[in-house]
């Protein structure tokens, strides 16, 4: 191995996530390899080889490094130039280093309160300055000791952000604490941690966080709990460790109170309890009858004749029950039966509030019933500092009537917590549809409400004239009884299927339907108006294909950073993938880049005429969405979807799948792919088994 050392003078690159840096050094010397951010004119020494690129040439790739601070006068003017202080630019660096020489940093580490003798610097500028430094020094040692123990720069500054200076020494103590407390890092990295600083194969820290990481997997696949003999045989496949029927190791799970065991069923402790929650809310509304009274039934009269016999048996069961399921697909007068149980209970002087579980659905519910709608986070006002909601079972929600939209979209745990602010005198109507898609999150919450019998539940079926004249709708109604739709392709025809066989061929056709020819045709905007969806992110016809392509042909914006595998410009479409509550940003939210800084590695993103500033801790949180998968795409309508569907994507070839992917469209629906692969989905409506145990 060889040792080299260079002052740093500017990168060529560095990728934030996997830390891969490649470095000039003052005298040309080209370095790479897993690196932290270093700062232009710090001195650092590399242990490594010299290899030779086929296009680069000769460069250094280093195996680790030791930084050593600038210790000549011009060096550190360029350290502290470099902006990595806030307060010190370039001329004030010069100016602090015309004072002090070559004692400048021992100056800032020791005795900071001499800069007072430099014009210009106050008190509180000083602070700032002494603040910055030792967060900057802080930080830099952190992250060089986290490298060391092969921890890419952006997962290490995840880690410091997390536990500040303990971030070592959690790390070094038990790195499989980190699953549980910084999001982004799983179990494998955890692992491989683990063993690199020394943590024996059958320690309990390990086996413990394992049965975590598994309960959680299950959980992000829908599952409420495992039965006790499929999480024997994860930890037999993913742990090599033979765990028990009553291994210590549950015990003491059970005992911390991370998990629960009921009847050989695991939980995770917050979803047993989130699930019993339910039950009791749900018994409890069950119990309230409401008294009939002469006016509600003589305006229930007055407005019968309106509405088709089982939209008037929804509008006299939300009047009859403290809750109650409005269920149906589209074009069954679904809306307008809500919009006259919302009238009525607004001629009757009663509260009412709106809500659904994600920004775009609670957006969509706004526009058609025409009252203001919230998500269910801002309807209860979570609080993300204390990671609690403000309505809950100690301060109820003081309304009359609550109805929730897109039911089918919300898990267990955000039921719980809807449930817990409901006031017993409360009337909620759950409003959704069963054969679209489940939950990304743990349950099948309305599946499971519907098929107990307990709660009442208005199924509408019958399709409107209006309604009749769309191919969009038929063609949904068409899939969900498991006929094959009506592919006529009509001219004045809203729903068009168009084969291709050649799965490499699909993303450059969806890139002319998006950029010529339906702008071109129907006036749509490539970018606000054009949906792309796909079943999976991964295959020629997936997600990640399909954004690099639309990107390239759609976008010819500035280039501002590149992140996670993504080259991010002005004018691009992205989604956020995960609630922040802080920003008030939502899972599912599509937004727009409309500026940024590439040096300080920031997007500036518009989500509906809010701009936001994201940083690199922010920026894992989102992805382009010129393409979406079907999942992510529930809850929202746009006026054309283009659908890629091909037989690569067999696995999730679904007909609740198709269905929800159909019903996302308003005005046009596009299925680009092949026939096989229509049918596959359409006669597959084996649904994946969820473990839910609500009402079991």
Known sequence: MTTIKGIVDVYVFHNSDSGYSVVKLEDGTTIIGILPKFTSGEIVEFNGDWVTHSKFGKQFKAENFKIHLPISEEGI????????????????????????????LDILDNDIEKLSEIKGFSKRKIEQVKKSWEEQRGIKNTLIALQSLGITSGIAMKIYKTYGENSVKIVQTNPYKLTYDVWGIGFKLADKIGQDVGISHNHPFRIKAGIIFILNEAAKNGHVFLPLEDLIKHCNQMLDFELAYADQMLIDLESDGEIIIKDNKIYLAYLFYAEAGIASSIKKLLYKKIEKTIESENLLKSISYKFSEEQVLAIKCSLENKIL????????????????????YGILK?????????????????????????????????????????????????????????????????MYNLLEAINESTTLILVGDTNQLPSVGPGNVLHDLIISGLIPVVTLTKIFRQAEESQIILAAHQINKGIFPNFSNGLESDFFFIEENNEEKIPELILDLCKNRLPTKYNFNPISDIQVLSPMHRGEAGTNTLNNILQSGLNNGELILKHGGYNYKVGDKVMQLKNNYEKEIFNGDLGIVIGGNSEKKLLTIDFSGKSFILDTSDLDEITLAYAVTVHKSQGSEYPCVILALTTSQYIMLQRNLLYTAVTRASKLMIIVGTKRAVSIAVNNNRIVKRFTSLFK
Do not use: C, Q
């Not at 350290?79 to 002090?100: C, M, P, Q, Y």
């Open 350 to 414: 009663k509260k009412i509030l709106l809500a659904a579980p994600t920004g775009r659905a609670a957006k969509r519910m706004s526009e058609v019933v025409g009252k203001e709608a919230k998500t269910i986070h801002r309807l209860l006002e979570y609080n993300p500092t204390l990671n609690l909601f403000n309505f809950n079972s100690d301060n109820k929600l003081e309304v009359d009537l609550i109805v929730i939209d897109e039911v089918s979209m919300m898990d267990t745990f955000l």
């Open 77 to 104: 003017i360029k350290f502290l130039g470099s902006r990595i202080i806030k307060g010190i630019g370039e001329r004030t660096a010069k100016k602090i280093v015309e004072k002090f020489g070559s004692k400048t």
């Open 325 to 344: 399921i409005l269920n149906g697909g589209p074009g069954t007068g679904k809306t307008e039966t809500l919009k006259g149980i919302i009238n009525l």
